[in-house]
């Protein structure tokens, strides 16, 4: 039986004082023993609080939202890889389509930023997804293969042990229109035979591959049913405690 990971994309939401008094909330609310992996990710300024809220022995983990690929230097604004793995990081998303859209994120800066967090001992969970024009078109494989080549080329595969892959349609996230399961589906498995075919059919079974885009309470179970989606990469359904928690609590029932 596999572990189901559950990570909370928080995005830019919650301050630090909000931020730690949720956690300690949601990890009240969270069963005792259950067999889900969970991550939430707050924003930078909230990582500091967030750990302290939890405590050493949370079984939640930290994550970041993004990274820079230097470990230091003149770069304003920026954060690196080993200054999150300071503040307890364990995860960190990388290649988000809002960083792709909005902020002019691309493969080859995504994929420094994938060596980065591996060299620092972080595990990046990349997103990759079409946009509603490819999928319209019936490119939705050729762009998940070439999002996927361009940030994973060339890593070797034991290093691929510790990536987490996010399928993320672009016209799912945040608009209430979730992938259908099968839709869900078809896409990981494109993902595995890329995996399959750059690196070996082990590396493609054992990776995680989670679904992402408008994830809900009541979407959640029927995602996970599938032996093809191993977790969730939720937004805004991860930003209320009871919605988060029957999600986590879903998830740990299944125990994909
Ligand atoms: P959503 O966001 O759950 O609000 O659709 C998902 C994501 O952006 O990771």
């Known amino acids: 039986m596999r572990t189901a990971l559950i990570v909370g ?7 630090a004082s909000e931020a730690a008094a949720f ?3 949601l990890a009240k609310r969270l069963p005792a023993s259950s067999s889900v992996e ?26 970041a939202q993004n990274l820079f ?15 999150l793995r300071d503040l307890g990081c ?15 994120e691309q493969d080859d800066g995504i994929h420094k930023k994938i060596r980065a967090a591996l060299t620092h001992g972080l595990r990046p969970i990349l997103c990759v997804g079409e946009s509603l024009a490819q999928r319209e078109s019936g490119k939705t494989d050729g762009a998940l293969t070439q999002q996927l ?8 595969p034991q290093a691929m042990a510790a990536i987490v892959i996010a399928y993320e349609p672009v016209w799912a996230i945040g608009t209430g229109r979730a992938a259908t399961t099968e839709q869900a589906v078809a896409a990981h498995r494109t993902i595995r035979e890329f995996l399959a075919g750059t ?4 590396i493609a079974k054992a990776a995680r591959i989670l679904y992402g885009g408008s994830v809900t309470p009541q979407n959640i179970e029927s995602l996970l049913q599938s032996d093809q989606i191993d977790g969730a990469l939720i937004g805004g359904a991860c930003l209320q405690i009871d919605s988060f928690a029957t999600i ?7 125990g994909v």
């Open 9 to 15: 994309n928080w995005k830019m939401n919650k301050t």
């Open 23 to 25: 956690v300690h909330e």
């Open 38 to 63: 969970l991550v939430v990710a707050p924003p930078f300024t909230a990582l500091e609080s967030v750990r302290a809220a939890l405590g050493p022995s949370s079984p939640i983990q930290l994550g």
């Open 69 to 83: 690929w230097e470990d230091h230097g003149a770069y304003t604004g920026e954060v690196s890889a080993p200054m």
């Open 90 to 104: 364990r995860y960190v998303i990388l290649g988000h389509s809002e960083r792709r859209t909005l902020f002019g």
């Open 149 to 156: 080549k361009g940030s994973l080329a060339g890593l070797a």
């Open 199 to 202: 690196w070996s059919p082990a």
């Open 248 to 254: 986590a609590s879903v998830a740990g029932s299944l």
